[in-house]
């Protein structure tokens, strides 16, 4: 079982990005699914979520910036992020956990930062 995050990088305010998660050794859609982040000296947070029945959340303050996807047929997991803020620099995790269950993984982080 693995996760591979990439399409972090640096960029200006206002920009976008795409992250992407690939995920080997299982099949994403049987699970939920998420991205994390954690800055620098802050606990790491949840940022958006999507259930194996496709029904996504986010956190209250990114809603409208923030949009989790999914491609089942490249087992890979997204998360498009507009409009983006200084405060948005962190590292992002993938997440996959069995609802209700004791299963868990996550990758290995790609790192964003934005410049004001």
């Known amino acids: 079982v693995q996760l591979v995050e990439s399409g972090g990088g640096s960029v200006q305010s206002g920009g976008s990005l795409r992250l992407s998660c690939v995920a080997s050794?299982?099949?994403?859609?049987?699970?939920?699914m998420g991205w994390f982040r954690q800055a620098p000296g802050k606990e790491r947070e949840g940022v958006a979520t999507i259930d194996s029945d496709g029904s996504t959340s986010y956190a209250d303050s990114e809603k409208g910036r923030f949009t989790i996807s999914q491609d089942n047929a490249k087992n890979t997991l997204y998360l498009q992020i507009h409009s983006l803020k200084p405060e948005d620099t962190a590292m992002y995790y993938c997440a996959a956990w069995e609802y209700g269950g004791s299963w868990y993984s996550w990758g290995q982080g790609t790192q964003v930062t934005v410049s004001s």
């Open positions: 050794g299982f099949i994403s859609s049987d699970y939920s």
